[in-house]
């Protein structure tokens, strides 16, 4: 039941460079997407969300863009710090607040 | 003000013994959803709990089940346990049903099915 594809799986960059991870869904009666952020030994952490009235929200240096005719949306986090290094997960929600969560990408920054 | 918080943290169990997980929600909240997490997969999500009624279910068997209790607190129950089973257990709350913005995960329960 992969609703939410996430690509890629895994992503390296530099300290100071831009990451970018993005996902596709299949339900249109999806109406909230968030990303979340995971550390090993953690639960999830919401990030940054967005809901389809608008095509991009910015938090600090997190940016997501949302495509809703092509039904996709992407994170970008600009100027990636080391603390940044954890797993990431999209997400989509119904308006019941059913969840489905995107496979993840690991995202190494270095320094 | 405490978060969602889960018990026990670790737990290992032999194949066909049943289990049982423990979650209290965030102060405030009264809707919780149980998520199982395989190890390098996103959370995969079981159901959901809001007046002390499951509200929706995603694709588990009815080896899986739960209870919320009057003080939103929660049960997931496991029974005949499978290998496959071995995962992180997550419960996460919400102030109400709908509220698709707020939703606190705890840190877990990892269940290792031997």
């Known amino acids: 039941q992969q609703q939410v594809k996430q690509s890629p799986q895994s992503l390296i960059v530099q300290k100071g460079g831009i990451s970018i991870i993005n996902c596709a869904y299949e339900?249109?009666?999806?109406?909230?997407f968030p990303w979340y952020q995971q550390f090993p030994g953690k639960g999830p952490a919401l990030l940054i969300a967005i809901r389809p009235d608008v095509s991009e929200k910015k938090e600090g240096r997190f940016t997501i863009s949302f495509n809703k005719s092509a039904k996709q949306f992407s994170l970008h986090i600009m100027d990636s710090q080391p603390g940044d290094s954890a797993t990431y997960f999209c997400?989509?929600?119904?308006?019941?607040?059913?969840?489905?969560f995107g496979a993840g990408t690991r995202l190494t920054v270095k320094p | 003000d405490a978060g969602v918080t889960q018990s026990p943290t670790h737990l290992i169990k032999t194949r066909g013994q049943q289990v049982t997980l423990r979650c209290s929600p965030k102060s405030g909240h009264d809707t919780v959803s149980w998520y199982q997490q395989a190890l390098g997969q996103g959370p995969q999500f079981i159901f959901q709990?809001?007046?002390?009624?499951?509200?929706q279910r995603g694709n588990f068997p009815d080896r899986f089940s739960g209870h919320q209790f009057p003080n939103y607190s929660s049960e997931l129950n496991v029974n005949a346990l499978l290998l496959g089973d071995s995962a992180l257990y997550l419960c996460?709350?919400?102030?109400?049903?709908?509220?698709?913005?707020?939703?606190?995960f705890g840190p877990g329960t990892r269940l290792l099915v031997l």
């Open positions: 997400a989509a929600s119904n308006p019941n607040n059913d969840m489905r």
């Open positions: 709990y809001y007046e002390e009624e499951e509200r």
């Open positions: 339900n249109t009666a999806f109406d909230y």
């Open positions: 996460a709350s919400s102030p109400l049903r709908g509220a698709q913005e707020t939703q606190y």
